[in-house]
């Protein structure tokens, strides 16, 4: 027994001693930067404080410019149409697929070019421990691991919206339907048609009643005929699908499905723009500060007008969609006060810090890239919608390849 237990204890403990101190290395606070490395950075405190305000003011404007364009240009959409909200299927008139084509390649482009590429960097420094982040591709691994997710949350999120629409529906045509026949009923009462019919009605065994019932269902027949035609034009030569009912489908997705997209979406875009402008935040250095300004402005301008094509598609009610907004445009200035505030004792170059940086940082990427490539490109892209459109088609291709080279192309700045 002596001896296995000596045996164990050769052979285990030296093993796992090794690995809870690479966990204790990983998890440490100590600066990894070389000594002076800040003070040959141009270390300013004052200047780069009057910058991140600057970077405050500017991208705070730019972020809400970018998600409100989309959403006042549905607006102003739906008021030359009579004011009613248009629905999803009819009025997404060519400008409104191109837009969304432009911000696809944009949110593409930020989780491959900017967001991964973050993420690796973090997680392959030479401050952590060589194993296991050198020994494991954690920022793809982790990335997959988000993508999956979000493949659940979404399924499960439009699967839950859309029993929660239907039953809400149901039950409002059960009582629309019963209020139907009360009204006509007291609509005859009222003009005395019951009474002074009352002896035709001995004669032919109540025949008011026949009428109202056929009046309601003439109204159920054109009711149902209008959603049979609403439904049946999506299609490029005129033929719609029909289920066992008669109800015909076309190949939109659904407004649940647009809710559950867009408030995914805002999630992984939320979640980096904290990162990033946490990141600024915590920099003394105006010469590190100064251009990431420009390039983070014009990466929240293409960012927002990518997320408020998809909140504007969800036809969210005017309080929603403005409180969306807004979370969105405060989070990377909120990011940077932060680290402006923490900016004394947080150290960005500390094993902790670049640890929690790449896992939030590959999280976002996987989350990022499954939205573009599977509800906004494939949604789009491999639709009847635009098979059906040549010219359609080659201009949001145009249009998605423009999007992902410009915002790759920041990837120089920042």
């Known amino acids: 027994m002596l001896f296995f237990e000596e045996m164990m204890e050769s052979s285990y403990v030296p093993y796992i001693r090794t690995h809870l101190q690479q966990i204790a290395a990983s998890l440490s606070t100590a600066s990894c930067a070389p000594p002076g490395a800040e003070e040959k950075e141009c270390r300013d405190e004052a200047a780069a404080l009057w910058l991140k305000m600057v970077a405050v003011a500017a991208i705070l404007v730019s972020g809400a410019t970018g998600v409100a364009i989309p959403l006042l240009g549905r607006r102003w959409r ?16 060519g400008l409104f697929v191109l837009t969304k084509a432009f911000a696809a390649g944009v949110i593409l482009a930020t989780g491959f070019v900017h967001v991964l590429d973050d993420a690796n960097d973090a997680l392959t420094d030479p ?10 591709p954690f920022p793809g691994f982790v990335a997959m691991l988000a993508a999956l997710g979000t493949l659940v949350v979404d399924f499960v999120g439009t699967h839950m919206y859309e029993q929660k629409h239907r039953s809400e529906e149901e039950q409002a045509a059960a009582a629309a339907n019963g209020s139907s026949r009360e009204e006509i009923a007291a609509a005859l009462l009222e003009d005395g048609a019951l009474e002074a019919r009352g002896d035709v009605e001995g004669r032919d065994g109540g025949g008011h009643k026949e009428d109202a019932m056929h009046i309601v269902g003439m109204r159920a027949h054109a009711a149902a005929h209008r959603h049979r035609h609403a439904h049946g034009r999506g299609s490029c030569h005129g ?17 649940a499905r647009h809710v559950v997209v867009s408030q995914v979406l805002e999630l992984g875009i939320v979640s980096h723009s904290v990162i990033i402008g946490l990141s600024l935040g915590v920099s003394r250095s105006p010469c590190t500060i100064r251009p990431l300004v420009a390039a983070l402005s014009f990466h929240q301008f293409f960012e927002g007008f990518a997320l408020g094509g998809c909140i504007s598609e969800a036809q969210f009610k005017s309080s929603s969609a403005l409180l969306m907004a807004i979370f969105f445009a405060i989070t990377t200035p909120a990011g940077i006060t932060m680290g402006a505030g923490v900016s004394s004792f947080y150290n960005p170059n500390s094993p902790r810090a670049l640890v929690v ?13 499954y939205m573009a490539l599977v509800d906004l490109i494939a949604a789009d892209f491999l639709s009847k919608r635009m098979s059906c459109n040549p010219r359609l088609q080659v201009g949001s291709y145009i249009a998605l390849f423009l999007g992902a080279m410009a915002m790759s192309s920041l990837a120089i700045w920042a």
């Open 357 to 369: 940086e790449g896992i939030l940082d590959s999280m976002s990427a996987g989350i990022l890239i």
């Open 127 to 136: 401050c952590l421990p060589a194993v296991p982040w050198r020994r494991f």
């Open 239 to 255: 033929g719609t699908s029909y289920d066992s009912h008669g109800h015909g489908h076309d190949e939109e997705p659904s407004q």
């Open 78 to 93: 739906g008021r030359g149409v009579g004011g009613a909200p248009p629905s999803s299927s009819s009025s997404t008139g």
